[in-house]
């Protein structure tokens, strides 16, 4: 018997290969490999995808709009860069030829189980009928030997409800992306009076409008000012702020009242000591939207950089998979196992030696689950050298699973009531007890204040009284991980496509900064849309097709009946888009000109106080830093060609000059504008790596 095995990507076909036979043979069909092994009377092969190799594409291309007429072709015929991909597809169609049993596994998510049946499907099988008989799964969480082992020993069947749900959703993001696109882009062109490239999407405009409609509370907000009476306290030859207990005092005649009253006293009491002890259990395991939280908040690094990370780390074999939505780890990973396996890491031995003392190892789980896989948790498998960031998260996510081990942790919270004059004022402390799990996890930090003892009654001396004047403040503006936090709290997107939709809002320049703000273009398109069509912003919508999606995953909804379903309310909304295209193009063109503006001034120039712009020479192409008071100033700075540059709200601490973010692949270097200062180190780093 002969049986083809097909894996998501090259390195975990090999890992599959060495899992079922350290006999295995590597074989290679033009620049593609591939693995040969013999098991109990089957001859094994086992080849690779590299991930997607088909994809959607309009049969006909053209620019008009509505269009539904698309098929599945292999990624070559469509992308740029990715004529690589022919190599495998014709890997698979060679080894196919002669297979009695297929074995699909491709990650088990709707997306491997989609990627995996197209490879089969097209490359394979070229199109012909599928006997399921034929066809089998693999199911694993970790590319252990021991987890690959045990999915090649107990094969499934192939969830076609998953197959189609994962259609679906490429369908819909198709024609929902493609035809709003075209139609915005089709817009602005005649507002340009050029062509220039748009972008919408079933997750990705609604996303959008919830920035927008932060971004105008922002701007309408009124700041209501108020005043925090406080007073500095010796208590017991120690300084404490205490603040009246009215906290944020609006009224502001009411506020100076209480300043006359105490402005001379001298002396305060004590008038009541509430301690109280808090218990805090351990912190739940990861699934990907936490971990993104937390890797952002500890690391500043985006979701999108998290999970490409994680899905490293995976495909090394060092953590589980990670595009997983569980906080629950079940004892069939063994938990002992892999704190034994931990604790021959010199960073993890004092914490796995302590937690193997335990008679009884039981994680913390949280409530969220996942059918396909359980939360992220480290392998026990000792990583290879990591880059930098690779690192952190590996330690992160070691350091979670840990603490989900240790003793609750013990706080105690202080509460003190403090009179002066009759008016009562307050301060607290709090202080760790017992660290429990926080002495496994050093990214959490706590407020440590020891007070001095203090009773009821006692009499301090004060050494200042005073208010101060502050006002109110406008809501936060999204961060990347808050913005993927609040995705997932609607229910848009899925935890696998949720930060590439806020890096493609990135890369469209809709918005910009870390502390997210819209760009005039990005408020333009959605203002344009929600005078016009408001249903294409309407998360409801998207929400919908979401909810007919997971129907359809547990065989409750028919494919073709959403599809339908969806071509038709696009029908309807691009009837109405066409009618006002003009009006919309308008807009979204005043926009773009406006943005391009915006998005093209670094800073203040350092001569004349004018401002410093991205320019690009008509005469040799090139990009450089120059003063827009040109040419009264000459002022001038290079920059590196061939890569994306924005500006930031940063200044250079070395020379106080404004600083750019250059794109390097995947990362961005914060670089301050002259090239010649000292502060260069990130930067030049960056250029030798890419060298």
């Not at 063109?589 to 004349?608: S, T, V």
């Amino acid at each position: 018997m002969k049986i083809l095995i097909i894996a998501e990507k090259p390195k975990v076909g090999q890992k599959i290969a060495f899992a079922l036979s350290k006999d295995y043979k590597k074989k290679r069909h033009g620049r593609a490999n591939y693995y040969e092994l013999s098991s109990n009377d089957k001859d094994i092969v086992i080849a690779s995808a590299a991930g997607h190799l088909y994809s959607l594409k309009e049969k006909k291309s053209s620019r008009d709009y509505p269009t539904f007429n698309i098929e599945w072709a292999p990624l070559y015929e469509i992308g740029k860069g990715k004529s690589y991909i022919k190599q495998y597809v014709n890997l698979l169609k060679k080894l196919g030829k002669e297979t009695d049993v297929f074995i699909i596994a491709t990650d088990y998510d709707i997306e491997g189980e989609l990627l995996g049946y197209n490879a089969l499907k097209y490359a394979v099988l070229g199109d012909k009928t599928i006997n399921k008989d034929k066809i089998k799964r693999m199911r694993f969480s970790t590319l252990t030997t021991l987890d690959l082992r045990k999915a090649y020993s107990e094969l499934s069947e192939v969830d076609y409800n998953l197959v189609e749900a994962g259609e679906t959703r490429h369908i819909l993001d198709w024609y929902w992306g493609i035809n709003i696109s075209r139609a915005l882009t089709e817009a602005a062109k005649k507002g340009l009076k050029r062509y220039a490239v748009f972008s919408a999407g079933r997750v990705q405009t609604p996303a959008l409008a919830i920035l927008v409609r932060r971004e105008r509370e922002i701007s309408s907000f009124k700041p209501e000012p108020y005043i925090k009476v406080y007073a500095d306290l010796k208590v017991s030859r120690k300084k404490i702020r205490a603040e009246h207990v009215l906290g944020r005092i609006f009224d502001i005649q009411k506020a100076k009242e209480i300043l006359n009253k105490i402005k001379d006293e001298k002396e305060g009491i004590i008038r009541s000591v509430t301690r109280k002890e808090s218990i805090i259990p351990p912190p739940v395991p990861f699934d990907l939207g936490t971990l993104q939280s937390e890797a952002y908040k500890a690391f500043r690094l985006t979701p999108k950089q998290v999970q490409d990370i994680a899905q490293s780390l995976y495909e090394e074999g060092c953590i589980s998979y990670p595009r997983t939505s569980s906080q629950k780890l079940p004892p069939a990973i063994g938990y002992r196992r892999i704190i034994e396996a931990l604790g021959k890491n010199a960073k993890f031995a004092e914490a796995s030696k302590k937690l193997l003392k335990k008679e009884r190892l039981y994680p913390r789980q949280g409530k969220k689950d996942d059918p396909a896989h359980p939360a992220i948790f480290p392998t026990g498998q000792t990583p290879k050298k990591l880059e930098s960031r690779a690192e952190k998260i590996y330690e992160l996510i070691t350091y979670r699973y840990l603490a989900t081990f240790g003793d609750s942790m013990q706080r105690e919270n202080i509460n003190v009531k403090v009179e002066i004059k009759d008016e009562d004022f307050r301060f607290s402390a709090s202080r760790t007890l017992e660290r429990g799990w926080s002495e496994f996890y050093p990214y959490l930090k706590l407020e440590e204040i020891q007070l001095p003892e203090i009773n009821e009654e006692d009499i301090f001396k004060i050494l200042k009284i005073a208010g101060d004047k502050k006002e109110t403040s406008p809501p936060r503006r999204y961060n990347p991980a808050s913005l993927v936090r609040e995705l997932e709290a609607l229910r848009l997107g899925t935890k696998a496509t949720r930060a590439e939709i806020v890096d493609t809002l990135y890369r469209r320049e809709y918005i910009k900064g870390v502390s997210i703000k819209v760009t005039p273009l990005g408020m333009r398109v959605i203002e344009a849309l929600e005078k016009n069509i408001p249903k294409i912003i309407d998360e409801n919508l998207t929400k919908y097709f979401e909810e007919k999606l997971e129907k359809i995953q547990r065989g409750e909804a028919k494919k073709e009946e959403t599809i339908e379903e969806a071509k038709e309310e696009l029908i309807k909304t691009l009837k109405i888009f066409r009618e006002k295209e003009e009006s919309i193009g308008k807009s979204i063109a005043a926009g773009f000109i406006e943005k391009d503006r915006e998005m093209k001034i670094i800073g203040k120039c350092p001569n004349c106080g004018s401002n410093l712009r991205i320019i690009r020479s008509k005469a040799s192409g090139k990009q450089f830093i120059g003063c827009s008071n040109y040419p009264k100033c000459k002022t001038s700075f290079p920059l590196p060609q061939k890569k994306n540059v924005y500006p930031t709200d940063k200044l250079c601490s070395t020379c106080g000059l404004p600083m750019v973010s250059i794109s390097f692949g995947n990362r961005r270097i914060i670089s301050c504008i002259d090239m010649n200062c000292k502060s260069k180190g990130k930067y030049n780093q960056a250029r030798q790596k890419e060298k």
